[in-house]
């Protein structure tokens, strides 16, 4: 039976702020953070 693998890299940006911490913290202030997944997956192949 044949075997396929797929890979995907998906990389993507999201901001966000923290309202509830004190004055001056500096998450209190709209920021953002990088993201990077990698998936992969792997099986055999259906016939039908």
């Known amino acids: 039976m044949k ?3 797929l ?3 998906f990389r993507f940006e999201a901001a966000h ?3 509830n911490v004190p004055d ?3 998450c209190r202030r709209l920021h953002g953070h990088s ?3 990698d998936v992969a ?3 055999d192949v259906d016939p039908h």
């Open 3 to 5: 075997r396929v693998e």
């Open 35 to 37: 993201f990077v997944i």
């Open 41 to 43: 997956v792997r099986g």
């Open 24 to 26: 001056g913290h500096k």
């Open 7 to 9: 890979e995907r890299t």
């Open 17 to 19: 702020l923290l309202p």
